[in-house]
């Protein structure tokens, strides 16, 4: 489908509001605000006007704006007809436009044709889908900084760096034979720093970005009694999941998800792990251990004060991070432990002991750290890109450094250009593109 037909979309949800948006672009925007409205709209302006169908009855009245091509959100000529909320009114509108040279927009394809016509980088159109996602202000606010273009001035800047340094580096190789050698000199060991310590900034703060948009899994897990529920229904503040002096109470997986700070938890409470022949005692088992595999940290909960065989923890996937909780405190005179060990905590889900201490630990898990300058919104595919940045930049400077091997530096540095490149999307597959918009709602 070529790119330069019209499309239409109802804007606005589903159902009845106050009002709802239809929005056209493309070049027959103009020939059907005409149709529409009956009038010739000038550009950017807000007019109020009785909307009629192809028979000439009036549909509705409300306002249209028409925008010229490229002073646009899509860079075309766009039409917006700010109706009543009602279904059938705006569908009618739409028809009108399908059958006068538009068609029905794809998912994201405003946002698409405003990437397409430069209108937008990659990174904010992503940044578009991800404020309407958002769950917080927090995460909003880092959105509406990643949309205005704050995090791919980051990455355009060390971009500037970087190529600045392949210069550098590139034109040393081609002198190599000059006395000095260029490629161990210090101003390109201070580029080099520099570099790092750009990238390892926009990556925290992207990094707080993507934690705020994905949220970060705890997933509860130890023998039966332990208190697994009453640390949830505790974090949670209500009376989520049952809890009694009955062994093996949680059989289910119990998933709940709050906010801390503008961090989301997905807490998830799982049966009791112990040796059982309960038909469905085992199945809660299999399936807590299920859940702990897709964990980003595993809370493992034992009673304080007691010596329990935790054989049924001993397994735990090792690349998973462990927090364990000694619960029950309230029960046992201190001090239990000589040296308050690391990632040990002593709490209390009844009285509340000790759980501040054990929310700042679960953010410090997370990596959460509200950076001063504030987070951008950001996709695990960024940090992934960034990541990648970082590993080519500290190779290239281990190549020059250690081994002297000025071509392959320079190589590394290369690839760490390609990276960065790909967030804005300055050379990006079809694939990426289709997956990235296909993930928009439509009329967006
Ligand atoms: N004194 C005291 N009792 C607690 C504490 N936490 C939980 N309990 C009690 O311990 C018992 C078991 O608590 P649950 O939260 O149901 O324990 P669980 O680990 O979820 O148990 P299962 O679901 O059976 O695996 C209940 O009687 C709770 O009231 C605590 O911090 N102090
Ligand atoms: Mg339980």
Not at 277 to 302: P, S, T
Not at 350 to 379: H, I, N
Not at 391 to 409: C, D, F, I, M, P
Request: hydrophobic fraction near 40%; charged fraction near 25%; proline fraction near 3%.
């Amino acid at each position: 489908m070529s790119e330069t037909d019209t499309i239409a979309a109802i804007a606005t949800v589903t159902g009845k509001s106050a009002i709802g948006v239809v929005k056209v672009s493309g070049p027959s925007a103009g020939a059907i605000a005409s149709i529409v409205t009956r009038h010739k709209l000038s550009p950017r302006k807000a007019h109020y006007l009785p909307f009629f169908s192809l028979d000439g009855s009036s549909i509705d009245e409300g306002i249209a704006i028409f925008f010229n091509g490229p002073d646009s959100y899509t860079g075309e000529d766009v039409l917006e007809l700010h109706a009543h909320g009602n279904p059938f009114v705006l569908d009618q509108l739409v028809a009108i436009a399908t059958s006068n040279g538009a068609r029905n927009a794809r998912p994201g394809e405003f946002t698409e044709r405003a990437f397409l016509n430069d209108k937008l980088d990659l990174a904010q159109a992503e940044a578009v889908a991800d404020l309407i996602e958002s769950n917080s202000i927090e995460a909003a606010r880092a959105s509406v900084r990643s949309l205005s273009g704050e995090f791919s001035k980051g990455v355009t800047d060390l971009l500037a760096l970087l190529v600045a340094t392949r210069v550098y580096v590139e034109a040393a190789l081609d002198f190599s034979d000059e006395e000095i050698d260029f490629l161990q000199d210090d101003e390109l060991t201070e580029r080099l720093l520099q570099l790092q310590y750009s990238i390892e900034n926009i990556l925290g703060r992207a990094t707080q970005g993507c934690l705020m948009q994905e949220g970060f899994t705890v997933v509860i897990a130890g023998e039966p009694n332990v208190g697994k529920s009453s640390v949830l229904n505790r974090l949670t503040g209500e009376d989520t999941a049952i809890v009694t002096d009955v062994a093996g109470t949680t059989r289910d997986v119990l998933r709940e998800n709050i906010s801390i700070d503008g961090l989301p938890l997905h807490i998830v409470d799982t049966a009791g792990l112990r040796e059982t022949n309960d038909a469905v005692e085992i199945e809660g088992i299999r399936r807590a251990y299920q859940q702990i595999e897709q964990a980003d940290l595993i809370l493992a909960i034992q009673q304080a004060g007691q010596d329990q065989d935790s054989s049924m923890l001993e397994n735990l996937p090792e690349a998973i991070p462990v927090l364990w909780l000694y619960n029950k405190c309230d029960l046992v005179c201190r001090p239990v432990h000589e040296e308050p060990q690391e990632n040990v905590l002593l709490v209390s889900a009844k009285t509340g002991e000790g759980f501040e201490a054990f929310v700042q630990k679960l953010k410090d898990a997370a990596g959460y750290t509200q950076t001063p300058e504030g987070a951008f919104m950001a996709r695990r595919r960024h940090i992934d890109a960034l990541q990648a940045v970082h590993r080519h930049v500290a190779q290239a400077e281990y190549n020059l450094r250690s081994v002297a091997a000025g071509e392959l530096a320079a190589e590394e540095l290369r690839m760490a250009q390609m990276q960065l490149n790909q967030i804005t999307g300055e050379f990006s597959s079809d694939d990426l593109l289709g997956e990235i918009f296909g993930s928009f709602c439509i009329g967006k």
